[in-house]
């Protein structure tokens, strides 16, 4: 049987992730007690403009409590009665919640996949040196000094071809390599910001890549232990540096690459604390 004809559509959002439970929708069950999501809010929003919807996916699934700047997701829609970018932009703008937005909207091929077709990505970590009254859902403050060169040290340690094992939450048949591509670090005002791009990461492993370097700059811990980790991972490095973590707060996927992107700027704080 011929699949029904589609209208195909790359969506560019952000969203603040302070009062989501991540990106993927996470059931029926967990939908019907109240668990937000934003492929979920996405989803209700389509079916508020009368569309239906055939697919949805995202390029990366962003945990609880973790923002997103430059967040693609592709959509695929029954082609009779679809709408035109524009039009789409218009009818999402007026259904979903304040705490998710559109970017851009522009018709794909429907072969076009979000994750898949991703060459890498990049995310950005807000640490503040200070209390801020307007800040506090986008950055860690980390209350104690800390030691720049440690910090940068600890934070470059992690550029490579690297296993990631002791940083990431694995399922038991994921391979913990990961390519990484550069590893920033960059001051702004009150703001340390850390940027990472890579061509894939797994569950955690930028919470716990920062949390490991914040250890360093605090002087709980030394730049060779993570370089001595990622030499030779074990379950019980894996168990110590979940527990340093960095809060999801400060935590934004920033960018999302494709053949043809051009490479990224600087990095840039989603605000500003003197």
């Known amino acids: ?4 004809p589609l209208a195909a559509f790359r969506l560019l959002l952000e969203y603040d992730g302070s009062r989501f439970q991540g990106w993927q929708k996470q059931g029926p069950k967990q939908s019907r007690e109240g668990v937000r999501t934003v492929a979920g809010s996405l989803e209700h929003a389509i079916h508020e403009a009368g569309l239906r919807l055939l697919y949805l996916g995202g390029a990366g699934r962003t945990d609880a409590g973790v923002h997103a700047l430059g967040q693609v997701a592709h959509l695929h829609l029954e082609a009779k009665g679809a709408p035109r970018p524009g039009e789409l932009r218009r009818l999402l703008d007026a259904a979903l919640p304040q705490d998710v937005a559109v970017r851009d909207v522009r018709s794909c091929p429907p072969r076009f996949h979000a994750r898949h077709d991703a060459v890498d990505r990049s995310y950005l970590y807000q640490i503040s040196h200070r209390r801020s009254a307007f800040g506090k ?6 209350k104690r000094s800390l030691d720049p060169q440690k910090l940068s040290q600890a934070w ?4 490579g071809d690297l296993d990631v094992s002791a940083f990431a939450d694995l399922d038991p ?7 990484i591509i550069r590893c920033e670090v960059v001051e702004s005002g009150s703001l340390t910001l850390l940027r990472v791009r890579a061509t894939h990461f797994f569950r955690r492993q930028v919470r716990r890549m920062v949390g490991a370097s914040v250890a360093c700059a605090l002087g709980e811990e030394e730049p060779r232990r993570v370089l001595e980790d990622l030499r030779n991972p074990t379950e019980a490095a894996n168990l110590y540096w979940g527990a340093k973590a960095a809060p999801a707060s400060g935590l ?23």
């Open 173 to 179: 048949e994921e391979d913990g390599r990961s390519r």
């Open 252 to 274: 934004f996927l920033e960018a999302v690459r494709y053949a043809g992107d051009p490479e990224p700027g600087p990095p840039k704080p989603t605000l500003s604390i003197p």
């Open 137 to 142: 859902p986008w950055i860690w403050w980390v």
């Open 156 to 159: 470059s340690a992690f550029q």
């Open 1 to 4: 049987m011929k699949p029904a």
